[in-house]
Structure formats: structure tokens, C-alpha cells
């Protein structure tokens, strides 16, 4: 699934709100004939599908054509998607709640968080980080050496915004990536 801001971009640009499966339609109609995306595709970018693989580059690209950018990694600031991403990484949603996911990156930051479900965690421990212990977290992946993309954030049962309204996200090892990632199971 996209990442909300990205989610948002799709809404403003397009004037759709989701609401119903004709936007889907079309949505993929307003992509050139070059980049088309079809509907079941745009419905699991979005979230209303559940795919148990990552987007293809050239699907992000389209995405980010659509959206005036050259390419994904120019409108996210990532590194492309590699083609061994489903050995080196896991998804949230395949996490067993009461599991927790410890992750560290430089410098010197450490995070643990407490599966609370559908691809929500609670941090119980934060060092040196943007995130306070109690927030609750979306997050959709964990991978080794990559950034963590956190997505909505909730403070004290308030999503945390940005002075213009907009919900804000977190990256952590935005520079270097996650330099450590343990689980630890919860007991049955």
C-alpha cells in the first residue's frame, strides 16, 4: 500500500475521493495510454486489495509520472525496490499481535514496538528518536539496511499533524537504514 501522503497526492490531483468503484475507473482512464494502470492494480496501491507482493518499479514510476514526477525515487527520496525484497524483508500484517519489533539505526537511535494489530504497533521504547513511548504507528514493512517508513502517527489519541493539517509521517535511518531488526514472539 502507498503511504498516505502519497494516498493524499492521488485524492487532490485526481479530485476523487475513493468512495466507490467507479473512481478506480476512472482514475486508471486519466493515466496516459503509456503508463495506464488498471483498477485492480490502483486498488491495491490504495489499499482496498490486499497484495502479498511489492508494486513493480514500473509501476511506481507511472504512479509518479501521473503525479508530475520523473520517477518514484525522485518523488520519494528512496532507493528503488530491489528484486530479492521478500528475502530480506517482512510485512507488518504477517506479525502476530503482542509480538514486538525492535529496530536501531545510526545514530545511536532504538525503537521497540508492540504489535497491536493490523499493521499497528504502540512504541514501548524509544532512544534518541522522534517517536514517544505510547504512540501508536501504522507501519506496512521492516527491512534490514532500508529506512522504516512509519506512517500515521497517534499522540495522546490525536493523529499528529503538520501546521497546514496534514497527517505526518517519520522515517527512520533515513541515511543508512535500519542497522539492526529483532523479533521477539509473542508467547502463546
Known amino acids: 500500500m502507498l503511504s498516505l501522503p502519497i494516498i493524499a497526492m492521488i485524492k487532490k490531483k485526481s479530485g476523487l475521493d475513493f468512495s466507490n468503484a467507479k473512481d478506480f475507473e476512472v482514475l486508471s482512464e486519466s493515466f496516459p495510454a503509456s503508463d495506464r494502470l488498471g483498477v485492480n492494480t490502483l486498488k491495491r496501491l490504495m489499499g482496498y486489495a490486499k497484495s502479498p507482493i511489492a508494486p513493480r518499479k514500473a509501476t511506481l514510476d507511472a504512479l509518479a509520472h501521473y503525479l508530475g514526477s520523473p520517477s518514484w525515487e525522485v518523488l520519494t527520496g528512496v532507493q528503488p525496490i530491489e528484486s530479492d525484497w521478500m528475502e530480506k524483508a517482512f510485512f507488518a500484517d504477517e506479525i502476530r499481535e ?58 495522546n489519541g490525536e493523529i499528529v499533524r503538520d501546521a497546514a493539517g496534514n497527517e505526518l509521517g517519520y522515517v527512520a535511518g533515513r541515511q543508512n537504514g535500519l542497522t539492526e531488526l529483532f523479533i521477539k514472539e509473542a508467547s502463546s
Not at 521504547?125 to 504512540?135: A, I, M, Y
Request: charged share 20%; hydrophobic share 40%.
Open 98 to 155: 503482542g509480538t514486538t519489533v525492535e529496530a536501531s539505526w545510526l545514530p545511536n537511535r532504538h525503537i521497540a514496538l508492540l504489535c497491536i494489530g493490523e499493521n499497528k504497533f504502540r512504541v514501548t521504547e524509544s532512544l534518541n528518536g522522534k517517536l514517544q513511548v505510547n504512540d501508536e504507528v501504522t507501519i506496512f514493512s521492516f527491512r534490514l539496511e532500508y529506512p522504516l517508513q512509519v506512517y500515521q502517527v497517534i499522540r
